[in-house]
């Protein structure tokens, strides 16, 4: 088992997944570690994902642990086994780590939905929109840590194109559309970008109104992504500490709810593209 410096959210999940079977099973890692004839310490880092796991081996575990979910147990050992790197990993050591861990997931996940508040989603940011928020937030980054961060934002479109899209659901606040960010020529441009996106298919977009009555949820943004299994799911949540990785099934369970309360105040499909046009025209 190779140990990790530094794990991936991907490879903590899985550590984290095969953890849950254990205690399912009703096992410590001392018994399941005396199985393998490893030791406790060498179990501890694969649930930790500090250690590399075979997908032979967690068939093995399955097996052990009495577990009979064969889409589970094939799930986590295509995990196991995926050694493809990706784009995002050109960004290593370049970018902070959770940069890279979004990406990625992303980048694996069946369906995304996002609800956004203040800001465009970074998904549909134009250049100059990504620029001028990073900016405006981390105003002592020098350009030389500035553009690899709109690089990056702008290459984690790499889902919503080409041959097999991932499918893209998106809630944006009125606000966030309205707002100046820079100037009118940038908010215009960024605008028409979304209505590009909309018209090509790669986004499903709706509109909370600025005056629509009952909405409460200025702090429900989110970007929940779909797992191959409803097991694996996975939200993504911004915090005072940094994004947040969700994947217990309470959490994930009290998010969807709130997914769909926040949907019923938003504007149909075809509304938010006529509401999107207008806002524009009126620039």
């Known amino acids: 088992m190779a140990a990790r410096n530094h794990p991936t959210a991907r490879q903590v999940r899985l550590g984290a997944e095969l953890r849950k079977l254990r205690e399912a099973a009703g096992f410590k890692a001392r018994e399941v570690a005396a199985f393998l004839n490893s030791t406790s310490a060498q179990m501890s880092q694969v649930e930790a994902g500090i250690a590399a796991v075979s997908a032979e081996r967690i068939r093995r575990l399955a097996a052990h642990y009495a577990c009979t979910d064969e889409a589970l147990i094939d799930a986590l050992a295509a995990m196991a086994g995926d050694r493809t790197r990706g784009w995002w990993d050109e960004y290593r050591g370049v970018l902070p780590q959770v940069n890279l861990d979004v990406a990625e997931a992303e980048h694996h996940a069946t369906h995304l939905r996002e609800i956004v508040i203040t800001h465009v989603p970074g998904l549909l940011q134009t250049p100059d929109y990504a620029r001028t928020v990073f900016r405006y937030m981390r105003p002592e980054l020098p350009d030389s840590e500035v553009e690899p961060r709109v690089e990056h934002r702008l290459r984690r479109r790499a889902v919503l194109e080409g041959d097999s899209p991932t499918p893209y659901e998106t809630i944006v606040h009125e606000f966030a559309l309205r707002v100046r960010i820079a100037d009118?020529?940038?908010?215009?441009?960024?605008?028409?970008?979304?209505?590009?996106?909309?018209?090509?298919?790669?986004?499903?977009?709706?509109?909370?109104?600025?005056?629509?009555?009952?909405?409460?949820?200025?702090?429900?943004?989110?970007?929940?992504?779909?797992?191959?299994?409803?097991?694996?799911?996975?939200?993504?949540?911004?915090?005072?500490?940094?994004?947040?990785?969700?994947?217990?099934?309470?959490?994930?369970?009290?998010?969807?709810?709130?997914?769909?309360?926040?949907?019923?105040?938003?504007?149909?499909?075809?509304?938010?593209?006529?509401?999107?046009?207008?806002?524009?025209?009126?620039?």
């Open 184 to 283: 009118r020529q940038a908010s215009l441009a960024q605008l028409r970008w979304i209505l590009d996106q909309i018209e090509q298919g790669r986004t499903t977009l709706r509109v909370i109104p600025i005056d629509q009555d009952g909405f409460a949820g200025a702090g429900a943004s989110m970007m929940y992504m779909d797992g191959p299994l409803p097991q694996l799911d996975t939200c993504l949540r911004d915090t005072p500490t940094g994004t947040a990785f969700i994947d217990t099934e309470p959490q994930l369970a009290q998010l969807r709810t709130l997914f769909r309360r926040v949907e019923k105040a938003t504007l149909t499909p075809a509304a938010s593209r006529d509401f999107i046009h207008r806002l524009a025209k009126d620039l």
